[in-house]
């Protein structure tokens, strides 16, 4: 099984996803964007079995604006690691966080709040799929 390692900004914290993952691809929401201090945020989705916490956890902070979302950082550096999606049963492992995988986003969700629009071909969802309790509405480029 394939593993990626990453870790935050200073190195004191450090984790490792295993296997593919779910999906991947940009979020253009106001939340991930303030969070990102971003025009656009990359994810990458895994299950949570395939994440692991290898180092630093007394390090690790977390912060929740809503149940959602429970975002993890570094409390030494500030330096954002991932955030766990509980309802969704997936984790988001930020793209710059595990450099060794081969980003290759799939959607675009949240496109309705864009403030960078890109023009990839890529499907630009107004909110989330209709699996993930969104509207699954297509919008365009």
């Known amino acids: 099984m394939i ?3 990453g870790n935050c900004f200073c190195g004191a914290v450090e984790l490792q996803v295993q296997g593919e993952p779910e999906g991947m691809g940009y979020c253009h929401c106001s939340s991930c964007r303030s969070w990102s201090a971003a025009p656009v ?3 990458t989705l895994w299950k949570p ?3 692991r916490l290898t180092k630093g956890a007394e390090y690790l902070g977390k912060f929740m604006k809503t149940p959602a979302s429970h975002r993890q ?3 030494r550096c500030g330096g954002h690691l991932m955030t766990d999606h509980p ?3 997936l984790v988001d492992v930020y793209a710059a966080t595990i450099p060794t995988l081969k980003f290759t986003p799939g959607v675009h969700v949240n496109y309705s709040q864009t403030v960078l629009p890109m ?3 890529l ?3 107004k909110d989330f799929p209709a699996e993930m309790g ?5 919008v365009p480029e």
């Open 3 to 5: 593993t990626h390692k």
């Open 41 to 43: 945020n990359a994810f």
């Open 49 to 51: 079995q395939n994440v």
């Open 73 to 75: 950082y570094c409390k």
């Open 87 to 89: 309802e969704l049963g």
């Open 119 to 121: 023009k990839d071909g």
């Open 123 to 125: 499907p630009k969802l």
């Open 134 to 138: 969104g509207s699954g509405d297509v």
